[in-house]
């Protein structure tokens, strides 16, 4: 007898009727390639169907190594693995958005991809330096292009055919609210940071009303101190439900409304997270209402530069 608890199998529908994504999803922010193949590989057969990959990590021909033998393999059909990738900062003029896209579905050995996501709202010095910066060490912006232009240019792949969605992330609800006002295509996906010690309820109620998807990101906090998995009220919750703390985190995001990615390089932990189960209400209100601690572990959404900010717990 299977686990008839099926939330592990949610999918969000997409405004427009243009499909669904898969809510648990797997994060490819690994810095080896190697290890990024393996993980890849180990997401696909541990029942992973969504996929977040960026031009940003210099590893989006590993994953799309380990797609195409997930597909020779029958692990997984391409059509049923949801795939996104993101336009670095150095990328947001115009006319570098379709050779930057080509390049990602290159690299992924794809033709087209589910959801092309602006990965900040931040337009760096264009070029091939992915960080450009200045004799100071500070960060070379590029003022010669705004969001909406850049927006412009991903609704062109979508009439094109070449994404089925498109999205933003590190935005703020301010910015969120100018794009969705200027769109021809609206968002259909938010990627952003979220977990239970920085829920996003304000951008999370604004995304509902608009069908906009909010797809987390550091959804068990990175590991980062303070610790989410360490938290008093999800460990006593994974107690009593007999699950660990990272699928109860898991499965909070999912049950309130939102897509995760979540990412590890470790066999079991890639199965642990997947293997999630829904959670009683009581157990989703004591999240929302017992954890005080609030935190923001990546600084990104204020600078276009992503990084994780360890310290001290
Ligand atoms: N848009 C953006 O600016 C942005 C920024 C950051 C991330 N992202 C995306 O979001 C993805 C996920 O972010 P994230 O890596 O911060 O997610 P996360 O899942 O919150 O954190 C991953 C960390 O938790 C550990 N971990 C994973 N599963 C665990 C488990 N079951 N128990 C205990 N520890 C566990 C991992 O270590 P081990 O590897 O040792 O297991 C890793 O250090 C990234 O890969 C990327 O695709 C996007």
Known sequence: ?????????????????????????FGTLIPDRGATRKATLTALEAGFRQFDCAERYRNEEAIGEAMQ?????????????FIITKLWNTNHRPERVKPAFDASCRRLKIDSVDCYI???????????????????????????????????????????????????????????????????????????????????WDLLDFCREQGIVLLAFAPLGHGLDPKLLDDPVIKAIALRVGKTPAQVALAWAVQRGTAFLTTSTKPERIRENFDISTLPEDAMREIREEIATKVRFNTVVGTGVPGFIPRAS
């Open 118 to 200: 602006i990965h900040t709202p931040f337009a760096f010095q264009p070029g091939d330096e992915q960080d450009p910066r200045d004799e100071r060490g500070e960060v070379i912006y590029d003022s010669g292009v705004i969001l909406v232009e850049t927006w412009r240019a991903l609704e062109t792949l979508v009439d094109e055919g070449r994404a089925k969605s498109i999205g933003l992330s590190d935005v703020s609800l301010e910015k969120l609210r100018e794009i969705v006002a200027a769109a021809r295509i609206k968002p259909a996906v938010v990627q952003v940071e979220a977990h239970p010690y920085l829920p996003e």
């Open 1 to 25: 007898m299977g686990d008839p608890d099926t939330l592990r199998y949610t999918r969000i529908p997409l405004a427009g009727g243009i499909g669904a994504i898969p809510a648990v999803g």
């Open 69 to 81: 033998t997930a597909f020779k393999a029958g692990t997984a059909r391409r059509e049923d693995v």
